[in-house]
Each structure stands twice: as C-alpha cells, then as structure tokens.
C-alpha cells in the first residue's frame, strides 16, 4: 500500500506542480514552471506480463536555478505489484548554453529494500542533439552506482517522431539486498513512434523495449526467479503540462 501510494502521489505531481505554480509565473514573469510525462504505457511482454510504466518530470524555478523532481516505475498489472519505482529530487544550474548540473536526493521502492541516494548528475544537448542524462548514485550504504540515458528524436515529418533510447546501469560495487551487482548490471534499450497529435502536448505512440540484467545482477535475478531478458510492446503517450 506505501508503495502504490508514492507510485500515485508521483505521478500526482506532475499536475500538482504546475498547477500550484501558475500563481507564481502570474507575479514572477522570470519564474518558468512545467510537467511533463516522457513516457506513460501499457508493455505487454513476451510471457504475456502486462505491466503499466511512467516516466516523467516537473521543475519549478528560473533559467539560473531550477527544483526538479523526475520519477519513472513500472507496475505489474497481474501481480498488482511494483518492478520498479524511483523518485528524484534535485537543484539544476547551467553550466554551458547546453548543459546543466544537478544534485540532489533519490529515492528507491521496488520489491525489496528501499533505498536512498544522494544524486550528481550531468543532462542536456550533445553534438548532433543527442539528449543526455547521466548520474552519478551513493547509497545509504556506501555503495557507488551510475546511469547513462541517451535519447534521440528523429523527424520524420512535421507531426511523426522517431525516438529511439538506450539506459545503461553500472554498479561499482554490489548490494545484494536489493539484487545488484558490480559492473554493467542492466539496459534498456526502446523505439518509439510518435505522432504529435495536440502540438507536443499530447502525442501518442507505439513501439517497443527490450530489457536485459547483465553479470551478477542476472545471476541474482536467476536465483530469485525472474527474468533475465526479454522484448516488449509498447502503446503509450506523451503528455505535457
């Protein structure tokens, strides 16, 4: 129930944020506010799980310093249970015309023990406007993790989108409590359709993930049960507040 309440109580933000906010960009015209959910889908998986996935953002804050929160999760809709669920909150300052730095706290509530983070990260355009978010993570515990997300958006005409992305987790050392181990412990690789059906504000898509844990993360997985790999389908949309 703790879980399924911080599960909706994120994506509740997404509103709330920019709701709340709209009073202050009223008085404070240097004051920019936004919400968006880069993803929220049904994945159908190839042993027939269906599970229901977010991730999103919303910020708050002026060109020079931003509040930011971002969360993503997915829940499995047959065992009405969570594979995964993450929280962030962060502070975000520019460090070139591209780039941003951020810092701040995560949160983590899958299916074993939660975990907090302190967060140091890196987000913005590269050459050939490749997005990129790439974070630095420290455990409660002391142990030292990273991610790299890297997205690109093809045009492919004035409303179709080609997205593909890839999310690579790197563990520098292990945490069994939660099933992690050293090195390249899982990616996540996705292409999506799009078609910007309201501007960006509303556009749905269709496309697919394929998901596979590396190393002694899969043996753990193994050990537990659960699957090491495997393809999806995706049927989702955009949103933008």
């Known amino acids: 129930m703790k879980k399924r309440f911080i599960a909706f109580a ?18 404070k015209a240097a004051t920019l506010y936004g919400a968006q959910l880069e993803e929220f889908e049904y994945r159908s998986g190839d042993e027939d799980e269906d599970l229901l996935a977010w991730n999103g953002d919303a910020f708050v804050g002026t060109d020079e310093l931003k509040l930011r929160w971002l969360g993503e999760g997915e829940y499995d809709l047959d065992k009405a249970d969570f594979e995964t669920l993450e929280n ?18 995560r949160l983590d509530a899958p299916k074993g023990a939660d975990r907090w983070y302190g967060v140091l990260g890196l987000t913005g355009l590269a050459p050939q406007w490749f997005e990129i978010d790439a974070d630095l993570f420290i455990s409660e515990t002391g142990d030292a993790s990273a991610r790299l997300d890297v997205e690109y958006e093809l045009l492919l005409t004035n409303y179709w989108i080609l997205t593909p992305s890839v999310d690579i987790n790197v563990a520098f050392s292990d945490d069994r409590e939660i ?10 690789a996705g292409m999506r359709l799009s078609y910007d059906l309201v501007d960006r504000s509303f556009s749905p898509y269709l496309g697919f993930v394929y998901e596979r844990k590396f190393g002694q993360t899969k043996d753990f997985a193994k050990a537990e049960g659960e699957d090491i790999e495997g393809w999806r389908l995706v049927i989702g949309t955009k949103l933008m507040f």
């Open 10 to 27: 994120s994506i509740a933000v997404l509103a709330s944020l920019s709701l709340a906010n709209q009073a202050w960009a009223q008085e």
């Open 88 to 105: 962030r909150l962060v502070l975000q300052i520019p460090v070139s015309s591209f780039f941003d730095v951020k810092g701040g706290v």
């Open 179 to 188: 099933g992690i181990g050293s090195g390249i412990s899982d990616i996540e």
